[in-house]
């Protein structure tokens, strides 16, 4: 199993940027393919960029494709979002998930809030 802890999320304006972390327990973290996810309310949540175990591949929601870098640091257990040019749009709560391969998305964190104003 694995637990995550996801930070860095706040309030910034439209333009700015912010690096979310997610933080995972564990010495198993490099097995995992993981995810970030948001929902805003109202909405469904969203997968929002995803990187393979070993970080070689990674993809993203077209509506983030060009502003926002998923990577990983397996030896620190460690997935961030860095996301620039951030929109309003781009409020929601962010998730990140682990999962198996050939599993679904089976370990979540808590969320971190990302407000963008306009």
């Known amino acids: 199993q694995v637990q995550l802890v996801e930070s860095g999320g706040g309030l910034v304006q439209a333009g700015d940027s912010l690096r979310l972390s997610c933080a995972a327990s564990?010495?198993?973290?490099?097995?995992?393919?993981m995810g970030w996810f948001r929902q805003a309310p109202g909405k469904e949540r969203e997968v929002v960029a995803t990187?393979?175990?070993?970080?070689?591949?990674?993809s993203y929601a077209d509506s983030v494709k060009g502003r926002f870098t998923i990577s990983r640091e397996n030896a620190k257990n460690t997935v961030y979002l860095q996301m620039n040019s951030l929109k309003p749009d781009d409020t929601a709560v962010y998730y990140c998930?682990?999962?198996?391969?050939?599993?679904?998305?089976?370990?979540w964190g808590q969320g971190t809030q990302v407000t963008v104003s306009s």
């Open positions: 998930a682990a999962r198996a391969l050939r599993e679904s998305y089976d370990y």
């Open positions: 564990g010495r198993t973290f490099s097995r995992y393919i």
């Open positions: 990187i393979a175990r070993s970080g070689s591949s990674t």
